[in-house]
T-cell receptor, first 113, second 111 residues
């Protein structure tokens, strides 16, 4: 079974600085998707960024980018120019061929003014 | 577009009561899922469905039942509610492109 590990339960960053959230996963599959979801205090799950495993280029969405290392099974999220609105829980997730999305336990990110 | 709609948003149950959490999506997605999120934790898969008439168990199916009679609806049934089922429940759907679309969640308390 696939597993997703987020080793940082909590992190904090100063506004306008850069922070990186870590995620590792375990799978024997070669084709899969990886995601980062954001959950603000409103509880809504919001997709931040996605990466297809067959693509070598790292995904980027505005201030959010990933460092995808397929051989190392690592998928970190970098947030540049952090904003107060980035304060949230961040979940890394994996989806292989089984149609199921497996989530990590999350990292609570606090952006300080 | 409504997306994924869950009802109710909040509910308090007594031990032993039963209830159904409703989930509907209007995006014609084949896949639908129910997750639970306990305080400070990630999401755990309860049940999922790859199409009408097809359901399968996830990580934590005990105490729950589902049905998928239409593409749009995927209700989650709790029989004989227990305090361990106090949680926030999320319904989600997608096509086979990977990204999940989530409902706003249903907070259930069992006393």
């Amino acid at each position: 079974a696939q597993t997703v590990t987020q080793s940082q339960p909590e992190m904090s960053v100063q506004e306008a600085e850069t922070v990186t959230l870590s995620c590792t996963y375990d799978t024997s599959e070669s084709n899969y998707y990886l995601f980062w979801y954001k959950q603000p205090p409103s509880r809504q799950m919001i997709l931040v960024i996605r990466q297809e495993a067959y693509k070598q280029q790292n995904a980027t969405e505005n201030r959010f980018s990933v460092n995808f290392q397929k051989a190392a099974k690592s998928f970190s999220l970098k947030i540049s120019d952090s904003q107060l609105g980035d304060t949230a829980m961040y979940f890394c997730a994996f989806r292989g061929g089984s149609e199921k999305l497996v989530f990590g336990k999350g990292t609570k990110l606090t952006v300080n003014p | 577009n409504a997306g994924v709609t869950q009802t109710p948003k909040f509910r308090i149950l007594k031990i032993g009561q039963s209830m159904t959490l409703q989930c509907a999506q209007d995006m014609n997605h084949n896949y639908m899922y129910w997750y639970r999120q306990d305080p400070g934790m990630g999401l755990k898969l309860i049940y999922y469905s790859v199409g009408a008439g097809i359901t399968d168990k996830g990580e934590v199916p005990n105490g729950y039942n589902v049905s998928r009679s239409t593409t749009e609806d995927f209700p989650l049934r709790l029989e004989l509610a227990a305090p361990s089922q106090t949680s926030v429940y999320f319904c989600a759907s997608n096509r086979n492109t990977g990204e999940l679309f989530f409902g706003e969640g249903s907070r259930l308390t069992v006393l």
